[in-house]
Nanobody
């Protein structure tokens, strides 16, 4: 059974930092693009960042560009999201996801596996 387990969420003050981790188990995500999405209460699930299998393609939502960094450790089967200069509007449940394909995507519908989410709350 494939599992993606996020960790690292929590409460932080505006301007602070958090590092989210997403560990995969049940299979190695060999050749899969990975992504991070987030969902605030009452809103749609939004794209945050994505990274290709080869780590040479990364894309970010405009709202997080320059503040967030996605990375992956293939040997550890883990993807990370470093979040700096956090703002109250970054408050959401953050989900990691894996695609069956190698290419990146900003479309949640193109991801096949999802974690359970981790709450990030940024206070003003």
């Amino acid at each position: 059974q494939v599992q993606l387990v996020e960790s690292g969420g929590g409460l932080v003050q505006s301007g602070g930092s958090l590092r989210l981790s997403c560990a995969a188990s049940g299979r190695r995500f060999f050749g899969n693009a990975m992504g991070w999405f987030r969902q605030a209460p009452g809103k749609e699930r939004d794209f945050v960042a994505t990274i290709s299998w080869t780590n040479d393609r990364v894309y970010y939502a405009d709202s997080v560009k320059g503040r967030f960094t996605i990375s992956r450790d293939i040997a550890k089967n883990t993807v990370y999201l470093q979040m700096n200069s956090l703002k109250p509007e970054d408050t959401a449940v953050y989900y990691c996801a894996a695609r069956a394909g190698v290419a990146t995507s900003v479309n949640a519908n193109e991801y096949n596996y999802w974690g359970q989410g981790t709450q990030v709350t940024v206070s003003s």
